[in-house]
């Protein structure tokens, strides 16, 4: 199948840690750009890496497959062994090789498995780093130059490995009051308040360095900015703020994907065709359907039939991505086992044994609401 399908616009969830006939017929049916992986998904290492393996089977053009493996509580595959530490802890302990072999192990334990897209840097900056706001323990720093060095070292290290990165969440999460998981957060921000400190940072990372921008994608936030777009609409719904403030004046040519359109910051106020079509009206090129799985269909059959004009350019820069995809590498238990141990010792390292050694409550368990 050509990679002009608008199925190609899609990056979905998948229902459980086995593709069953129905959802692999369907999905070879829709064939999606892209596949999102969470706990639900992951039960043992070599389960995990044959649901990989299956999903690209079924996918006529090399598919995304991505996960959000962060560190702390942002990390889904600590199921399968132990939990690396969270930006915040790393950058508190203060040592920056610490932050690259971070990156480093988070990439080749990914190309063990088989994904090609890490969803990280967050490149929030937290003013508070108690505040409830979803971004608990994920920021690299508290101040814009913070963010750029340390997310950036996370960043690079990532990026060597052939794991390509994304950076989250545009245009800032840094003053949001609400968790957008459950409601829309509103903020009364002026450009110029947010030029000084959030857009520090994500014109660091959206401008090219040699070619390309630091991050190889860009993850847009449901947050409504009234100095931004003074029309209400969320970030990830706005072509003010995607193709006018992102595209336009901060230069960035990536991949633009949506957070998962099914929080409830977007279901609370829009319908779901109403919202697979302003998305991409807004100029993403991912739409991120996380959780109601079966209406991948439906979102099909919503987007399939608009305009060339909102279609092909979005078709064009997932297919220029898809270029810079790197294969899997070969998958063993032993390597696994390695990997994992090398996870533990970074742990040690930034935490210190007898703090490592304490598993968190939501360690090692599926939370009921997942992060992004």
């Known amino acids: 199948m050509p990679s002009d399908h608008p199925g190609q616009l899609l990056l979905v969830g998948v229902p459980g840690a086995e593709l069953d006939p129905a959802t692999a017929e369907k999905f070879r049916a829709i064939q999606p750009g892209g596949y999102i992986l969470f706990g639900r998904n992951i039960q043992t290492a070599p389960q995990l890496r044959k649901l990989i393996d299956d999903l ?38 203060g040592d ?44 690299y720093g508290g101040t814009a130059a913070e963010v750029i060095e340390k997310a950036g070292i996370f ?25 957008p998981h459950h409601e829309l957060p509103r903020l009364h921000r002026t450009r110029a308040e947010m030029e000084a400190v959030e857009f520090a940072v994500f014109r660091h990372f959206a401008h090219k360095a040699g070619g390309s921008p630091r991050v190889d994608s860009m993850m847009i936030g449901h947050i409504a900015i009234d100095g931004l777009d ?75 039939d608009l305009p060339a004009h909102q279609l092909t350019p979005a078709l064009a820069r997932v297919e220029k991505y898809k270029t810079r995809q790197a294969p899997p590498d070969p998958f063993g238990s032993e390597a696994h086992k390695a990997l994992d141990e090398a996870v533990w010792q970074l742990r040690v390292a930034t935490l210190g044994e007898e703090v490592a050694a304490q598993r968190s409550p939501e360690d090692g368990k599926r939370s009921p609401v997942e992060l992004y």
Do not use: W
């Open 230 to 304: 003074g029309s209400g609409l969320p970030a990830s719904l706005s072509p003010t703020i995607i193709d006018r403030l992102l595209r336009e004046d901060m230069g960035f040519d990536g991949l633009v994907m949506t957070d998962d359109l099914d929080m409830g910051a977007i279901l609370n106020h829009y319908g779901f065709a109403e919202t697979m079509r302003m998305a991409l009206a807004a100029g993403n090129d991912l739409l991120m359907i996380c959780h109601r799985v079966e209406m991948a269909a439906e979102a099909l059959d919503a987007i399939k």
């Open 155 to 179: 960043n690079d290290a990532l990026r060597a490995t052939g794991i390509l990165s994304c950076g989250k969440h545009f245009p800032g999460y840094t003053h949001a009051g609400l968790d």
């Open 96 to 139: 920056p090789e610490l932050i690259r072999r971070h990156g480093e192990i988070t990439g080749k334990l990914l190309r063990l498995f088989g994904f090609n897209l890490d969803l990280c840097p967050v490149l929030d900056i937290s003013f508070d780093d108690d505040a409830d706001n979803s971004l608990r323990g994920r920021c």
């Open 56 to 93: 690209r089977d079924l996918s006529d053009v090399e598919p995304i497959i991505t996960i959000d493996q962060e560190g702390g509580r942002v990390s889904r595959l600590k199921l399968l062994g132990h939990e690396p530490p969270n930006a915040e802890q790393l950058r508190k302990k």
